[in-house]
């Protein structure tokens, strides 16, 4: 058993696939369990809309096996889209993950939210031991020394930003604009800020729960424009601009639904970006005139603006999280010698029960307590270098020869090489 990663990312697959292999918030916490019930003796899950990660104590093959049979898949057909990690693999791909390295929008905060939202969630279905929790754990320290000493942060074009940057290439000025965000979670909220900054005409937050809708709007200090899911088929016509971000396993925004808006609007321009994986909007939509849809792919060319200034900084990160990995496989590794080392210490605790006990029969006998000392010591001494004279008598090997050395500081000559003739 071994830590090991399996994923896969914006990089390696379509939406079209990721969102067959995504696992919902509320699917999460069975799936987690289910994996740690069946195929690896630790796990954890992290889902986004640009990538699905398995990180897992166990063995790579039954845990592709365990991700395509829950999803309905052959382990052959998801294999293409998946990159497997060994364990000094993953260490290092968990470090650039919570940093932000391996982010489509280089440097992006987000990532590490998700990140112990998805521990958060496998602490709570037990699903954790010493590897996980220790890797997240050194992975989240990383992540803050990383960004508190490098600036590869500093001026991410991000999703959110990208979105507006969108929409203003499709309608230029905003202002006389109507918006209407699908979802009232975290992604949604980073994006209505980015467009409230615009002043539209009109934000309106339509989700399955109207309290959560009128907080986002408290909190983002809008007027209290808010709608139900199941409203959308009778106000979508009078939005310019949707943008739908939601936990939903099937599309909330279909076809026909979006044909009769676009009748209403007498085929006036609507701007649609999908950021969510499975999708809410269906991909038929995009055949609908005077519809542009886009999905979260469809940002990438965007975000890649700003990333050359921001090399150098990756860079530097880069170094620190080589150092960080190093630290912790020599952590690692120290973990794996410790039954060794109590294997030694019980080694020579049984030993010394043993000449202790010995000598405390030969003082009820009324032996000396100098005699006694005496034998002690000697019969402890031969014990305690039994083991490795014998070894040591058996043949010249030079690493043995060493280790011994090396364990009591010996200066030992090296044997001659001449021969006699």
Same mark, same amino acid.
């Given at each position: ?28 916490p069975h799936a987690v369990r289910n994996l740690a019930d ?79 939202? !998805?521990?958060?969630? *496998? $602490? +709570? ?7 996980? #929790?220790? %890797? &997240? ?25 990208? !979105?507006?940057?969108? *929409? $203003? +290439? ?7 604009? #109507?918006? %209407? &965000? ?87 321009a609507m701007f649609m970006l999908d950021l969510a994986v ?117 043949g010249e090997d030079s690493g043995l020869v060493d280790a ?18």
């Amino acid at each position: 058993m071994r830590l090991t990663t399996i994923g896969l990312n914006h990089q390696t697959a379509p939406v079209a696939i990721r969102e067959q292999l995504a696992f919902s918030a509320e699917n999460l916490p069975h799936a987690v369990r289910n994996l740690a019930d069946t195929a690896a003796a630790e796990a954890l899950i992290l889902s986004t809309c640009n990538r699905t990660e398995l990180y897992c104590v166990g063995d790579a093959e039954q845990i592709i096996d365990w991700w395509a049979n829950y999803h309905g898949f052959q382990a052959a057909e998801i294999r293409p889209y998946l990159y497997v990690h060994g364990c000094s693999e993953t260490i290092r791909h968990a470090f650039r993950v919570a940093c932000g390295l391996d982010s489509m929008v280089l440097g992006e905060p987000q990532i590490l939210g998700q990140m112990k939202d !998805a521990l958060r969630v *496998a $602490e +709570q279905e037990d699903c954790l031991g010493t590897w996980l #929790n220790g %890797l &997240f754990q050194k992975t989240f320290a990383t992540a803050k020394e990383v960004r508190s000493h490098t600036s590869v942060g500093d001026s991410t074009v991000s999703m959110a930003s990208a !979105a507006v940057k969108m *929409a $203003e +290439q499709q309608f230029g000025d905003l202002s006389a604009k #109507n918006v %209407l &965000f699908v979802g009232a979670g975290e992604m949604i909220e980073l994006v209505a800020t980015y467009f409230a900054a615009k002043n539209p005409q009109r934000i309106t937050i339509a989700n399955r729960s109207l309290p959560r809708a009128e907080n986002l709007c408290q909190r983002l200090q809008l007027a209290q424009d808010v709608r139900l899911l199941q409203d959308l088929p009778d106000i979508l016509a009078d939005y310019d601009i949707v943008i739908a971000s939601t936990a939903s396993n099937l599309p909330i925004i279909d076809a026909q639904m979006v044909q009769n808006a676009m009748n209403q609007r007498q085929n006036q321009a609507m701007f649609m970006l999908d950021l969510a994986v499975p999708r809410d909007i269906a991909p038929q939509v995009a055949q609908i005139s005077g519809v542009h849809l886009h999905t979260v792919d469809d940002i990438a060319a965007i975000v890649q603006n700003g990333k050359a200034s921001r090399r150098e900084a990756a860079a530097a990160a880069e170094h620190m999280v080589g150092q960080k990995v190093a630290e912790f496989i020599g952590w690692q590794q120290s973990r794996q010698r410790v039954p060794l080392i109590c294997a030694l210490r019980n080694e020579g605790e049984r030993a010394r029960q043993q000449v202790l006990e010995n000598a405390m029969k030969q003082l009820a006998r009324g032996a000396s307590p100098e005699e006694v000392l005496e034998r002690l010591s000697v019969q402890l001494t031969n014990k305690l270098l039994h083991a490795p004279t014998r070894l040591l008598n058996k043949g010249e090997d030079s690493g043995l020869v060493d280790a011994v050395s090396a364990i009591y500081r010996l200066h030992h000559a090296k044997p001659s090489s001449n021969r006699l003739i």
